[in-house]
């Protein structure tokens, strides 16, 4: 088993990589599998120097509750901005926010960021160099402090029970 982990060191990239090359090459011919089977092994050790080891999921039921509020969150963001961009009467608030970080792991608070950007009506904008604060841009500002609330209670701390200590 350790010697496959040394040839093949990240199984799932090179699946993804091969189901992606045989979807770009539209065919499952016997030599289109063979050399997607080649890049899926090669391309993963020519760069596993530039990956960070991945951290391990403490909690995995946490982590299967937090997709299923981040999916809740984009429908419901989705029907909001829907609202808002259609109600002729409706005015849209949009600002900035200064967004004080509790997680310091890097990963962690990519995932935070790329959460806040996949949610309608929200986006992360900067991380700070280091690491204490995200700049969002709200399209809809209601209380700058409830949205800090809501933003640290609905994603970062599972984020943080999720993958830190």
């Given at each position: 088993m ?58 995995p ?42 997680v ?7 995932l ?16 700070r ?37």
């Amino acid at each position: 088993m350790k010697a496959l982990g040394r040839y093949l060191p990240t199984p799932t990239l090179s699946l993804v990589l091969l189901v992606v090359w045989l979807l770009m090459v539209r065919s499952v011919s016997f030599g289109q599998i063979l050399l997607g089977l080649f890049l899926a092994v090669v391309i993963p050790l020519m760069t596993r120097d530039f990956w960070e080891p991945l951290p391990r999921v403490k909690h995995p039921l946490k982590l299967a509750r937090f997709v299923l509020v981040v999916l809740w969150d984009i429908v419901v963001a989705n029907l909001q901005v829907s609202r808002l961009i259609l109600s002729p009467k409706r005015e849209a608030h949009p600002g900035f926010i200064e967004y004080p970080l509790e997680v310091k792991d890097r990963l962690t608070i990519t995932l935070l960021a790329n959460t806040i950007t996949m949610t309608p009506g929200t986006v992360s904008t900067n991380i700070r160099l280091d690491g204490s604060s995200l700049l969002i841009h709200a399209l809809d500002m209601g209380e700058e402090q409830a949205l800090i609330r809501e933003i640290r209670e609905r994603y970062e701390r599972p984020l943080k029970e999720i993958f830190e200590c």
